[in-house]
C-alpha cells in the first residue's frame, strides 16, 4: 500500500486511499495528528506509568531503527515523557535537519530547552542519554516517520504492508 505522511515540525500525520477516497488514518489514541515528539527509553527502562504499551503511534519494542537499543515512543505518548525523561525526548527537531550551527545558535537552541552539541563540521547532534549516544535530527525524523508508517498498517489492517511513501515537509 502507498501512503501520504505529512512530517511536520509539531505535528504529523498519515493518509491512504481507501475505497476511492483519501482518509486520514487516526492513531491509536484517536488522534488525526501525532505530536512530533520522540522519547527514547534505554532498556529495561520504564515509562513511568504513562501508557506505554500498543501499536500505531504509541511505541516500540522493535529490533528496527534505534528501538534495538531500548524502547522508542512517539506522539502524546512520547510527549508525556518531557517531564520525567526530558534528557532523551525530542519535540521539534525537524528544523535542525540540515542546519550547521555556530556556538551563538546552539547557546539559543539550550535556551529553547533543545540540548544539542555540534560535531567538527557544526553539525548538530543531540546527546541521548538513555541509549548513551547522540543522535541527530534525521535519527528522531526517522523515528517519527517509522511511526507512522506502523501506525497506518495497523489502521489499514494486519495484512497490508506499506512499502511506499509520498513525504511532505
Given amino acids: 500500500?502507498?501512503?501520504g505522511i505529512d512530517l511536520g515540525t509539531t505535528n504529523c500525520a498519515v493518509a491512504a486511499v481507501v475505497d476511492g477516497r483519501p482518509v486520514v488514518l487516526r492513531s491509536d489514541e484517536g488522534a488525526a495528528v501525532t505530536p512530533s515528539t520522540v522519547s527514547f527509553l534505554g532498556l529495561g527502562q520504564g515509562s513511568g506509568g504513562q501508557g506505554s504499551g500498543g501499536q500505531g503511534s504509541g511505541g516500540s519494542d522493535a529490533p528496527e531503527g534505534l528501538?534495538?537499543?531500548?524502547?522508542?515512543?512517539?506522539?502524546?505518548?512520547?510527549r508525556r515523557q518531557e517531564v520525567t525523561n526530558p534528557t532523551s525526548t525530542y519535540s521539534s527537531t525537524k528544523r535542525l535537519i540540515g542546519r550547521t550551527a555556530s556556538a551563538d545558535e546552539l547557546r539559543a537552541l539550550s535556551a529553547l530547552d533543545v540540548p544539542a552539541r555540534l560535531t567538527?563540521?557544526?553539525?548538530?547532534?543531540?546527546?541521548?542519554?538513555?541509549?548513551?549516544?547522540t543522535l541527530s535530527p534525521i535519527d528522531v525524523s526517522a523515528e517519527l516517520l517509522?511511526?507512522?508508517?506502523?501506525?497506518?498498517e495497523v489502521v489499514l489492517g494486519g495484512d497490508v504492508a506499506v512499502n511506499k511513501a509520498v513525504v511532505t515537509v
Fill in 120 to 133: 567538527e563540521g557544526r553539525e548538530v547532534l543531540l546527546p541521548c542519554p538513555a541509549l548513551r549516544t
Fill in 67 to 78: 528501538a534495538g537499543r531500548g524502547r522508542v515512543l512517539v506522539g502524546e505518548k512520547a
Fill in 1 to 3: 500500500a502507498c501512503v
Fill in 146 to 152: 517509522r511511526a507512522m508508517r506502523q501506525q497506518a
